[in-house]
């Protein structure tokens, strides 16, 4: 039986758990939740509330980085961690640090922008969803959309802080980058993986599997337009053009289940 990926469509832990299993070629379902409606069945799964969920020969596991060891194990080509014990720790600690001092900041200031657009910010999560649920969702979403920045504390100081903590992450980023291109010796590995997908939903590039529809609120062009200057975001639109569109183009239309043929003469 294929694996299945219980996940949201707009996120970049889910971005992460979906580009490693179409890195390594492997047919799975896909499940998308839509936020909120989804605590009922992440804790029938796991005990807990938070996506990604992979089920993978009957056993659930949460969290992108528990998702990709348990990935490495089962399905070991192309790998995603160095073979080196070296240069895989190193992998693993960049992939930490990614995923602590840049992904929940990334997330804050994302939501930040897009919170005051309801309709906009429902699109991004529920375009697999029938006319019915999306109607009935949005409305959701723009009654409880202040209740959801108190939850996630977003106010001005605390995007604010959210930005120098982004500067500081990409500083390294920048830092870490090794003449080949990737973070780690001469390959790409997880934690290449991790910093371009703790990225990609401000980056937006073009491989990314779940673009935005229709235009974007001045306030995501300004979020947009601020990362762009920086080293790391074509650094990061590099890696998903080296490394996710050669596995899988974005599809046109959403699908149930993915069967992804290995390219290894690519790598």
Request: hydrophobic share 40%.
């Amino acid at each position: 039986m294929n694996p299945e990926l219980v996940y949201f469509r707009w996120s970049h832990y889910n971005e992460k758990a979906r580009w490693a299993l179409e890195y390594k070629g492997i047919p799975y379902v896909r499940r998308t939740l839509l936020p909120g409606k989804h605590v009922k069945e992440a804790r029938r799964l796991t005990g807990q509330t938070s996506l990604p969920i992979l089920i993978l020969n009957g056993k659930a596991i949460n969290d992108s980085t528990r998702i990709i060891a348990a990935l490495e194990e089962t399905f070991a080509a192309p790998p995603l961690y160095p073979r080196d014990a070296v240069l895989r720790q190193r992998a693993l600690d960049l992939e930490d640090f990614f995923d602590e001092e840049l992904g929940p900041h990334v997330r804050r200031v994302g939501f930040a922008a897009t919170l005051p657009h309801s309709v906009y910010m429902a699109q991004l999560f529920d375009v697999e969803e029938n006319f019915v649920s999306r109607w009935l969702y949005r409305g959701v979403l723009h009654l409880a959309k202040y209740r959801l920045a108190q939850r996630m504390k977003i106010d001005p100081a605390t995007v604010e802080n959210s930005w120098r903590k982004i500067e500081q992450a990409l500083d390294r980023l920048e830092q870490e980058i090794q003449p080949g291109g990737y973070l780690v010796g001469d390959a790409f590995s997880v934690a290449d993986l991790t910093a371009a997908a703790m990225l990609s939903v401000v980056v937006l590039p073009p491989e990314f599997p779940c673009l935005p529809r229709g235009s974007r609120p001045k306030s995501m062009e300004g979020l947009w337009q601020r990362f762009q200057g920086r080293p790391s975001w074509q650094w990061a639109r590099d890696i998903y053009r080296r490394h996710r569109g050669a596995w899988m183009p974005a599809p046109a239309q959403p699908v149930p289940v993915l069967e992804i043929r290995q390219k290894a003469a690519l790598h």
